[in-house]
């Protein structure tokens, strides 16, 4: 157990019926804006582990998770029912490369996420190193429904704070809501709106788009950047267009 932290509970956030926050205090190593690490409890005598994104920046004392309760028998389940002071094991080390280590040279940088994934991006925009290389950030966060844009204020203020710099778009899939798109993210590339909205053009030249969320959208996503915007997913010459991390 020596690469495990126990943690204690600071804060269980329930947004709604599905979604919730948890903020932990634990010591772990350092960690760069975008990683993951694991949370595990013990069921008995099983230990369950699982990856988590943090949406707190690495200068923040308290580590924060934005998860989704699969109302299973699962561990998103059991951690849904922690209690402030409760404890909890947190892996020591981070991994993951959705960090802007991985970003090339660029002047537009975009990020895709659904759901709990939008973690990562916000725990990058808060942590604001590196963020000065980029012209133009455009956050996007695609929901199924308005109920579920959880950090909107969190990322308007950040947006606020950017001096022009970070736009934020959001995406609702089941509902028509003021202010938001409406449909997937696929296709509002596919057909011109994501870049109609933001006035802003995905170019191979100029644009880096990072990609966390569910396997699906990032397979259809990738799928119709090469095809129609020529945009590349490997490259030898380490300017490839996207990096990408499937969501637990």
Request: with cysteine; proline share 3%; net charge positive.
């Amino acid at each position: 157990m020596k690469k495990w932290s126990i943690g204690k509970v600071i804060e269980n956030r329930s947004w709604n019926n599905l979604l919730f926050s948890l903020k932990i205090r634990a010591n772990i190593d350092a960690f760069t804006a975008g990683q993951f690490t694991k949370l595990a409890l013990f069921f008995g005598k099983n230990f369950i582990q699982k990856p988590y994104s943090y949406v707190n920046p690495p200068a923040s004392k308290d580590l924060e998770f934005y998860i989704v309760n699969t109302k299973s028998t699962g561990l998103s389940a059991k951690l849904s029912n922690l209690k402030d002071g409760d404890l909890i094991y947190v892996e020591k080390r981070s991994m993951g490369n959705l960090t802007l280590k991985e970003v090339p040279e660029c002047k537009i940088l975009w990020m895709l996420s659904t759901g709990t994934a939008v973690g990562p991006f916000l725990s990058i925009l808060q942590s604001t190193i590196g963020l000065e290389r980029f012209k133009k950030i455009i956050l996007v966060h695609s929901v199924r429904y308005e109920e579920d844009l959880n950090y909107l204020s969190l990322m308007r203020n950040l947006e606020k704070r950017s001096a022009g710099r970070l736009m934020v778009r959001t995406v609702v899939s089941r509902e028509k809501v003021k202010h938001s798109l409406y449909g997937r993210i696929p296709y509002l590339i596919k057909n011109g709106n994501l870049e109609d909205s933001t006035e802003t053009k995905i170019h191979q030249k100029d644009s880096h788009i990072m990609i966390c969320g569910n396997p699906e959208m990032i397979r259809d996503t990738i799928e119709i950047l090469e095809k129609e915007k020529g945009i590349k997913r490997y490259s030898t010459d380490k300017k490839r267009n996207i990096t990408f991390e499937r969501y637990w």
